[in-house]
């Protein structure tokens, strides 16, 4: 059974830093795209960002480029984003998500093939 479980959401000022992990079971994780998508409440799940774990390509979208670096620790089956600058307006639920494919296109990441999501983590950033 394939389970992402994702952590270290919480509440900071503007300006302040959060790591987000998620930790992933059941599946291969080294032959997935894995990625970071928010829901701010009103708007679409957007993709923040995402990587191939087999190593390879990393996305970002446009408005966390130069403030959010996706990383991961292969040994420990975990994906990481850390956020630094944040905004008020990268207040959302974040998800984590694993798919067998990844790509960005039109500013859009968007994950392709059987995927799989965690339940969120919220970060709430206040100015």
């Known amino acids: 059974q394939v389970q992402l479980v994702e952590s270290g959401g919480g509440s900071v000022q503007a300006g302040g830093s959060l790591r987000l992990s998620c930790a992933a079971s059941?599946?291969?994780?080294?032959?997935?795209?894995m990625g970071w998508f928010r829901q701010a409440p009103g708007k679409e799940r957007e993709g923040v960002a995402a990587?191939?774990?087999?190593?390879?390509?990393?996305y970002y979208a446009d408005s966390v480029k130069g403030r959010f670096t996706i990383s991961q620790d292969n040994a420990k089956n975990t994906l990481y984003l850390q956020m630094n600058s944040l905004k008020p307006e990268d207040t959302a639920m974040y998800y984590c998500?694993?798919?067998?494919?990844?790509?960005?296109?039109?500013?859009?990441?968007?994950?392709?093939?059987?995927?799989?999501w965690g339940k969120g983590t919220l970060v709430t950033i206040s100015s």
């Open positions: 998500a694993a798919g067998e494919g990844c790509a960005r296109a039109l500013g859009v990441i968007y994950l392709y093939g059987k995927d799989y």
């Open positions: 059941g599946y291969t994780y080294s032959s997935y795209c």
């Open positions: 990587i191939y774990t087999g190593g390879g390509s990393t």
